[in-house]
């Protein structure tokens, strides 16, 4: 034992890994660009209080988190709305991210990890091909691991040679940009919806939220292209028209963030790598929600490594940390990934058509904290299709489905072949047949 291993980068699954390798025995320092305490957006986040327990996490003190409310999803003209009927021993927890961040850190520190901040990472150190530092303002650090969870522009990941075979690079529909505040409450006006999602509202390609709390309303705008806040502005005065307790003024938030929805990293190892989290693009693409998947990762590549009896740190001995990401979460995940290419194609009246004609129900977005991505999902996406098929109500929307499910069909595929052993010949060809099944203009 005694071996270093370097986390860069202060990723909710990068600390929670370096607490499990450290409580283990492995010398582990993460190296964090942003100053002690900063870490974390002035917001709230949502994720599975189970996934704190998968990775040796206790449970935050009741006072730092609540339960979150039922969601209600409803179509671009709000005729309808379909809300989740999440079993209690479900429900997520609802946290600041500032205190998810906090609660993560200190366990870290509890079990031995060191953390360096104010480091700003610019590229890995190589030596051949295999990975054994990272660079930085503060000088060259160097270990026997590199784990990789500086996010999904990763300074690690994106510097990486072409003969490791890494996917570096976003493609368009790959990440979503959003904004997220909270505005003050304009009234104290009764809504018939708490948490209010609305998908592509005003025909704009993308999702929103309003959700209306005591204090403050809390808004997310997200869209697949970029926009300002001039737009912003003018967006939420659309919002206004039907969510009465939404204020004009900001009070908290306010910022613009990219986050990814795309189908996990095709290969996220290499000798002396493993990459976690947003630098594997671990979130779920139909909502970009990635702390719980990063946790239950934690645990994947924490227990992978400590397998590792020689501590030789390849892509060999790290390929079973892919292998059962890929069983446990990833291929649910990747399908997900490729439904979410159907949103690409459809307009407003498209999910007005999927709502008012009852072909999407409130079972059909009903999932809970145990939902991981996740099989029960998948199922429900094809039957989805198939009930779309089935209503034939809109022979126009019907003409986009058939691509769909013809990609859904090939990523499952593809995942059920994922290699069991590590070989490089077939890893790399699976690599391919990945990525081409995304890449594929259906």
Not at 67 to 77: A, D, I, R, V
Not at 371 to 379: D, H
């Amino acid at each position: 034992m005694g071996k270093k291993i370097i986390v860069a980068g202060l990723g909710h699954g990068g600390i929670a890994a370096a607490a499990q390798l450290s409580a283990a025995g492995y010398d582990v320092t993460v190296y964090e660009q942003k100053s002690e305490g900063t870490l974390g957006y002035d917001w709230t986040d949502i994720f599975a209080p189970g996934a704190l327990e998968t990775a040796g996490i206790p449970m935050p003190p009741v006072t730092k988190f609540e339960y979150k409310e039922n969601m209600t999803f409803f179509n671009p003209s709000e005729t309808v709305g379909l809300t989740q009927h999440v079993p209690e021993d479900e429900l997520e927890i609802k946290m600041e991210r500032r205190d998810i961040y906090e609660h993560l850190i200190n366990h870290a520190l509890g079990c031995g990890v060191k953390i360096q901040y104010d480091t700003v990472i610019d590229s890995p150190i190589l030596f051949g091909n295999r990975v054994v530092g990272i660079k930085t303002d503060k000088g060259d650090y160097y270990g026997d691991l590199i784990i990789d969870a500086c996010g999904m522009l990763s300074p690690v990941r994106m510097n990486l040679p072409d003969s490791l075979g890494i996917e570096k690079e976003l493609a368009p529909f790959e990440y979503i940009r959003i904004f997220r505040a909270f505005y003050n409450k304009a009234s104290d006006e009764e809504v018939s919806a708490k948490f209010k999602v609305m998908l592509l509202k005003d025909n704009i390609l993308g999702m929103s939220w309003v959700a209306s709390e005591d204090e403050y309303t809390d808004v997310l705008i997200g869209r697949f292209e970029d926009f300002d806040m001039n737009e912003v502005n003018r967006f939420t005065e659309v919002l206004r028209k039907t969510s009465p307790r939404l204020g004009t003024e900001i009070v908290r938030g306010g910022q613009f963030v990219k986050i990814p929805v795309r189908q996990p990293l095709s290969l996220m190892v290499a000798d002396g790598y493993a990459a976690i989290g947003d630098s594997a693009f671990m979130t779920v693409p139909l909502i970009g929600s990635g702390i719980a998947n990063s946790l239950r990762a934690s645990k994947i590549l924490a227990d992978t490594v400590i397998a590792d009896k020689n501590d030789s740190f390849s892509a060999e001995s790290l390929w079973p940390y892919q292998y059962n990401f890929f069983k446990s979460l990833g291929t649910d995940l990747a399908v997900l990934a490729a439904a979410k290419l159907l949103m690409a194609k459809l307009n407003a009246g498209d999910v007005d058509f999927l709502f008012e004609s009852g072909t999407v129900t409130d079972d059909d977005i009903t999932f809970g904290a145990n939902f991981t991505g996740l099989s029960s999902m998948t199922i429900k996406v094809q039957d989805l299709l198939n009930k779309a098929k089935q209503v034939c109500k809109n022979p126009e929307f019907l003409k986009k489905l058939p691509s769909t499910g013809v990609r859904i069909s090939a990523v499952t595929a593809t995942c059920a072949t994922i290699p069991r052993k590590y070989n490089s010949d077939k890893v790399r060809t699976w690599k391919k047949v990945y990525e081409k099944t995304f890449k594929t203009n259906l």
